[in-house]
T-cell receptor
Framework: KQEVTQIPAALSVPEGENLVLNCSFT??????LQWFRQDPGKGLTSLLL?????REQTSGRLNASLDKSSGRSTLYIAASQPGDSATYLC????????????FGTGTKLQVIP | DTGVSQDPRHKITKRGQNVTFRCDPI?????LYWYRQTLGQGPEFLTY????????KSRLLSDRFSAERPKGSFSTLEIQRTEQGDSAMYLC?????????????FGPGTRLTVT
């Protein structure tokens, strides 16, 4: 059974700081890994998707890396802004494709102005 | 708006009542997923459809839960005889299975409160 862990559970940083969020998974037989953002009481917004054959993906100030063999992914946020405050979730489908996707419990980020 | 939509956004019901939620996926997407999310947790997979076929159901989906996607477009999730433990956010997502691209797009969710 796939287990996904995100550390830390919560993080508070001053505006402008660079930060790293971590996602660990127990079964390396994954199809891809997707990072999401969730604002309070809202649905999930896709940030980045890394295919299992890729090492990293970048979008603006966000960079996600994937190390399948060690079961880890990191989401790097550069020059954090108050608007980045949200919960960040990683999601891992099994190698057979998008059937039962397993989500982590998330990292709640607060960026202080 | 061409994203995933869900209706209603909020539902308050008394224990024992039946409720039904609707999800309209992105129009060309052939897969549709239902998840449940409780406070402080990540979404938990409930079930998914490939077109109109329901291909997998989680053990979380008890006999009181039923989901349909009759014409391969919108989907409904019904909960019968609601219990307080059913209180959660119910999220719908869709994706287009095309080659190696399985990216999921989520709706805003339906928040259910059972009193």
């Amino acid at each position: 059974k796939q287990e996904v862990t995100q550390i830390p559970a919560a993080l508070s940083v001053p505006e402008g700081e660079n930060l790293v969020l971590n996602c660990s998974f127990t079964d390396s037989a994954i199809y891809n890994l997707q990072w999401f953002r969730q604002d309070p009481g809202k649905g999930l917004t896709s940030l980045l998707l890394i295919q299992s054959s890729q090492r990293e993906q970048t979008s603006g100030r966000l960079n996600a890396s994937l190390d399948k063999s060690s079961g880890r992914s990191t989401l790097y946020i550069a020059a954090s802004q108050p608007g980045d405050s949200a919960t960040y979730l990683c999601a891992v489908p099994p190698s057979g494709g998008y059937q039962k996707v397993t989500f982590g419990t998330g990292t709640k980020l607060q960026v202080i102005p | 708006d061409t994203g995933v939509s869900q209706d209603p956004r909020h539902k308050i019901t008394k224990r024992g009542q039946n409720v039904t939620f609707r999800c309209d996926p992105i129009s060309e997407h052939n897969r549709l997923y239902w998840y449940r999310q409780t406070l402080g947790q990540g979404p938990e997979f409930l079930t998914y459809f490939q077109n109109e076929a329901q291909l997998e159901k989680s053990r979380l989906l008890s006999d009181r839960f039923s989901a349909e996607r009759p014409k391969g477009s919108f989907s409904t999730l019904e909960i019968q005889r609601t219990e307080q433990g059913d209180s959660a956010m119910y999220l719908c997502a869709s994706s287009l299975v095309q080659g190696a691209n399985y990216e999921q797009y989520f709706g805003p969710g339906t928040r259910l409160t059972v009193t």
